[in-house]
T-cell receptor
Framework: DGGITQSPKYLFRKEGQNVTLSCEQNLNHDAMYWYRQDPGQGLRLIYYSQIVNDFQKGDIAEGYSVSREKKESFPLTVTSAQKNPTAFYLC??????????FGDGTRLSIL | SQQGEEDPQALSIQEGENATMNCSYKTSINNLQWYRQNSGRGLVHLILIRSNEREKHSGRLRVTLDTSKKSSSLLITASRAADTASYFCATAEPYAGNNRKLIWGLGTSLAVNP
């Protein structure tokens, strides 16, 4: 089945630690996105990538980093510089001119 | 940045009733999209309406768009308990070409009671 896989489903971070959230898609989509969702809020764009080896900052990129070395993969690292990382993180991909497809999210909490 | 604002924030209805949600936005758009999110899950695309369209149907869903009022509505007819979810509108920038980003509203939480 084609789709987007995010892992892990739940993740805990200690103070001062970097953590990496995985996002893999087998839909052959060029564009990929990372969003953050807080309770009662809409989605806020962290980073997006239109093509391999290229990505752009979204609205709330500070404290986050990404890479796009392969078309299928767009991992997000939450660095220790992100002081309020507790949130639900959603990855999405999109074929040209079409709506976005989403993974089932990773819930990140602080220990 | 938030562009869309859904109204109401929460809606509770009985099975079989219709549910109407509204979305207002601030700037020009290329298209407006509606998504559904079940609790703890990712979003699922429901319907896309382009700026030159006024109404669109998909099964029990009906979406309208009024660009003069910068607003859209989503109507779910004959609701079912399985329709219980949060519904989000998202608008696409008009001039960004293939680099177009979506701007999301805060969502309407719909509860359909059996």
């Amino acid at each position: 089945d084609g789709g987007i896989t995010q892992s892990p489903k739940y993740l805990f971070r200690k103070e001062g630690q970097n953590v990496t959230l995985s996002c893999e898609q087998n839909l052959n989509h060029d564009a990929m996105y990372w969003y953050r969702q807080d309770p009662g809020q809409g989605l806020r764009l962290i980073y997006y990538s239109q093509i391999v080896n290229d990505f752009q900052k979204g609205d709330i990129a500070e404290g986050y980093s990404v890479s796009r070395e392969k078309k299928e993969s767009f991992p997000l690292t939450v660095t220790s510089a992100q002081k309020n990382p507790t949130a639900f993180y959603l990855c999405a991909s999109r074929p040209t001119g079409q709506p976005q497809h989403f993974g089932d999210g990773t819930r990140l909490s602080i220990l | 940045s938030q562009q869309g604002e859904e109204d109401p924030q929460a809606l509770s209805i009985q099975e079989g009733e219709n549910a109407t949600m509204n979305c207002s936005y601030k700037t020009s758009i290329n298209n407006l999209q509606w998504y559904r999110q079940n609790s703890g899950r990712g979003l699922v695309h429901l319907i896309l309406i382009r700026s030159n369209e006024r109404e669109k149907h998909s099964g029990r869903l009906r979406v309208t768009l009024d660009t003069s009022k910068k607003s859209s509505s989503l109507l779910i007819t004959a609701s079912r308990a399985a329709d219980t979810a949060s519904y989000f509108c998202a608008t696409a920038e008009p001039y960004a070409g293939n680099n177009r980003k979506l701007i999301w509203g805060l969502g309407t939480s719909l509860a359909v009671n059996p």
